[in-house]
């Protein structure tokens, strides 16, 4: 399960997006702390290292915000946790927008790639690795944590960003609902591998992140079950949805605040059958946006 604001801590704002720091980061820092001060010598280089490493997801990270907005998708909220960091973006359900929201982080670690030769290239220059060892080591850990995280998150495997691209790929000629059960299934077999991959390191770490993979590919699964029934739904071709374009199926999924009564919106008007409230706006079920019901005619 993906983590909530609501157990992290507000960091800062930057560009309408606000940063969270989630609760368990703080004790798989101090875990890490102590493993990464054995090898370097030094509590605060090891400090250094590990705030840098989280500085690269972050930016990874504003990477998939920034993108998302760009294509008129919303993006509010970026939490970092022990795994890394999750980006809560929404873009317009249709697999360019979505290619783009994803591709973008990934492209901001590719960017970083020869911004990190040049500094290598210029400590070394500077005699930076005689003069100030630590300094040095600090630049190429930094700069191999970054390939790193660029390798491994372009793994094809859901939801890893590389899964995800894919997922986005594969919906030009696949459609929504097979290219997510497509991506999916690459996923749980992944996710398979990772925990083949835990049992031989006997690594409790690589574990937690195969049970994430797992639980977000089932899902993913079952997500893609449920799109493949709503796409065989008959629809309103007189009516289509103004953010995503598509037709609303025939059915009975829209519920009234008032009295519970599920109805299908389109058939009434906007209104609630049972005890006649008209609503304003109408939630498209395929995007999630709502819309004032009038531009739903097409």
């Known amino acids: 399960m993906a983590p909530g604001s609501r157990n992290s801590y507000r960091l800062f704002d930057a560009f ?39 500085g690269l997801v972050l930016m990874h990270e504003f990477g998939h915000s920034l993108a998302c907005r760009q294509v008129g998708g919303s993006a ?6 022990p795994l ?13 927008p979505i290619l783009w929201s994803i591709a973008a982080g990934p492209l901001v670690n590719l960017v970083l790639v020869p911004v990190f030769l040049v500094l290598v290239a210029l400590a070394k220059s500077f005699g930076l690795p005689g003069d100030a060892p630590a300094t040095y080591q600090l630049i190429t850990r930094l700069q191999l944590i970054n390939t790193v995280l660029l390798i491994f998150n372009m793994l094809p495997i859901y939801p890893l960003d590389g899964g995800q691209i894919l997922r986005a790929l594969l919906w030009f000629p696949l459609g929504r609902a097979k290219s997510l059960t497509v991506a999916s299934a690459i996923g749980l077999l992944g996710s398979a591998g990772f925990i083949a991959w835990a049992l031989y390191e006997m690594s409790p770490w690589i574990g937690i992140l195969a049970f994430f993979a797992l639980s977000r590919s089932w899902n993913g699964f079952q997500e ?75």
């Open 16 to 54: 309408g997006i606000t940063v969270f720091l989630h609760w368990s980061w703080f004790l798989v820092a101090a875990w890490q702390l102590d493993r990464r001060s054995a090898y370097s010598g030094s509590l605060i280089w090891a400090a250094a290292e590990y705030i840098g490493l989280f």
């Open 76 to 81: 509010r909220e970026i939490i970092l946790w």
């Open 84 to 96: 890394g960091g999750v980006a809560y973006v929404s873009p317009p359900p249709r697999p360019g």
């Open 224 to 298: 893609a079950k449920a799109l493949a029934r709503a796409e065989s739904w008959p629809r309103h071709n007189s009516f289509s949805c103004p953010g995503c374009r598509v037709h609303p199926p025939r059915a009975a999924l829209w519920t009234c605040g008032d009295c519970q009564e599920p109805f299908d919106t389109f058939e009434t008007g906007g209104a609630c059958p049972a005890c006649e409230r008209v609503f304003a706006g109408t939630a498209c079920p395929d995007c999630g946006q709502a819309h004032p019901f009038e531009q739903w005619k097409r």
